[in-house]
């Protein structure tokens, strides 16, 4: 079965550059979901989308921005980049508007910021 | 959201089942309980769900009693593979609602 993908799977930056992550959920899905997890640390919840809308805000620094697509992908843009903003970025999705079905991760991207 | 509260490591020996309990005192009337498996470097993948009684899949079961406020994870003879950090989360799932991962059990399984 499709799962969700994210791209690209590993990023280096550099302090103050930006980044873009990209998530394509699950086919059908209409929600997606992005979370941080740093070294040693549970996933965080960052922003979520239900069909193209944000539906629920989390620990997001200002610096950071995403939207959903009509095609229902989504991208997490990040500016500034920061020493701390190194970790894991996991894209979750949904089939939110059948009542809780569980949301399903994709594998990642990690970031490093040098 | 209800906080949970779990184990933060168990050991285990290929073939035992393991059982994982979870707490959640604070389960609203509409939440459901889902459990999700996490290996080293890849997403959370999810287990198994539920809102009462006793789920079963083919990978685990999941004990809830009448109250509600605490859930088993049941992993029969688990082997070496099943190693992994095991989230237990309560919410609705519902219109892009969050998921609030709180410290996790560390299953370690020995040969």
């Known amino acids: 079965a499709a799962g969700v993908i994210q791209s690209p799977r590993h990023l280096i930056k550099e302090k103050r550059e930006t980044a873009t992550l990209k998530c394509y959920p699950i086919?059908?899905?209409?929600?997606v979901y992005w979370y941080q997890q740093g070294p040693g640390q549970d996933p965080q919840f960052l922003i979520s989308?239900?069909?193209?809308?944000?539906?629920d805000k989390g620990s997001i620094p200002d610096r950071f921005s995403a939207q959903q697509f009509s095609d229902y992908h989504s991208e997490l843009n990040m500016s500034s980049l920061e020493l701390g903003d190194s970790a894991l970025y996991f894209c979750?999705?949904?089939?939110?508007?059948?009542?809780?079905?569980?949301?399903?991760f994709g594998d990642g991207t990690r970031l490093s910021i040098l | 959201l209800a906080k949970t509260t779990q184990p933060i490591s168990m050991d285990s020996y290929e073939g035992q089942e393991v059982n994982i309990t979870c707490s959640h005192n604070?389960?609203?009337?509409?939440?459901?309980i889902t459990w999700y498996q996490q290996f080293p470097s890849q997403g959370p993948r999810f287990i198994i769900q539920?809102?009462?009684t006793k789920v079963t899949n083919e990978v685990a079961s999941l004990f809830i009693p009448a109250d509600r406020k605490s859930s088993t994870l049941s992993l029969p003879r688990v082997s070496l593979s099943d190693t992994a950090v095991y989230y237990c989360?309560?919410?609705?799932?519902?219109?892009?609602?969050?998921?609030?991962f709180g410290g996790g059990t560390r299953l370690m399984v020995k040969p």
């Open positions: 979750a999705s949904s089939l939110a508007s059948q009542g809780n079905q569980p949301q399903h």
């Open positions: 989360l309560v919410g609705l799932n519902n219109a892009g609602n969050m998921l609030t």
């Open positions: 086919p059908r899905h209409d929600t």
């Open positions: 989308f239900y069909e193209k809308m944000q539906s």
């Open positions: 604070n389960i609203a009337t509409n939440d459901y």
């Open positions: 539920g809102y009462k």
